[in-house]
């Protein structure tokens, strides 16, 4: 199966500045990697996703990042605003065979601090 | 336009009590799926669907079984409560397993 690990645990970041998350997963068969925001007592959100066949992308403050060499991926935010304050996951779709579904990572609590 | 519908949103269980999450979606999506998220452990998979009479389990299967009867659909069983079960859960659509996942807005349950 798949391992996904993230980091950091938790990011704070002064208002205007950039957030980078980091995270990696265990099996190259994985082929769609997708965000997910989380504010407290919510439901999951999509924030952007990307696919093993491109290396980046972008939609407005946010993109992501993906290493397939390296087995990595990241979330960029820009310009960030207290509205960004949030749990975030990576998660990663195994495809190799065995249970189909996504693999989170522990999550991300970023603080954007005024 | 609901999305994804979870029922109840909040339960309290004793040890040993049966009881059924209810999740129904209105996007004609084949692909549901179950998660449990537990603090510091992120969402994990329990149970998937990639259409009507078929399911499979994942992470986290033990416990619970699933059926999925209509596209609609995918209801979650806990047979025999347990104190380790006490989570909130999520239901999941899609039209794929590697397509974007619409959530429900959860089940948050307490098994005393």
């Known amino acids: 199966g798949e391992n996904v690990e993230q980091h950091p645990s938790t990011l704070s970041v002064q208002e205007g500045d950039s957030a980078v998350i980091k995270c990696t997963y265990s099996?190259?068969?994985?082929?769609?990697f997708p965000w997910y925001k989380q504010e407290l007592g919510k439901r999951p959100q999509l924030i952007i996703d990307i696919r093993s066949n491109v290396g980046e992308k972008k939609d407005q403050r946010i993109a992501v990042t993906l290493n397939k060499t390296a087995k990595h991926f990241s979330l960029h935010i820009t310009e960030t605003q207290p509205e960004d304050s949030a749990v975030y996951f990576c998660a990663a779709r195994y495809s190799g065979g065995g249970a189909d579904g996504l693999t989170f990572g522990k999550g991300t609590h970023l603080i954007i601090q005024p | 336009n609901a999305g994804v519908t979870q029922t109840p949103k909040f339960q309290v269980l004793k040890t040993g009590q049966s009881m059924t999450l209810q999740c129904a979606q209105d996007m004609n999506h084949e692909y549901m799926s179950w998660y449990r998220q537990d603090p510091g452990m992120g969402l994990r998979l329990i149970h998937y669907s990639v259409g009507a009479g078929i399911t499979d389990q994942g992470e986290v299967p033990n416990g619970y079984n699933v059926s999925r009867s209509t596209t609609e659909d995918f209801p979650l069983r806990l047979l025999s409560a347990a104190p380790s079960q006490t989570s909130v859960y999520f239901c999941?659509?899609?039209?794929?397993?590697?397509?974007?996942?619409?959530f429900g807005d959860g089940t948050r349950l307490s098994i005393l």
């Open positions: 099996d190259s068969a994985s082929n769609y």
């Open positions: 999941a659509s899609s039209r794929g397993p590697d397509q974007p996942q619409h």
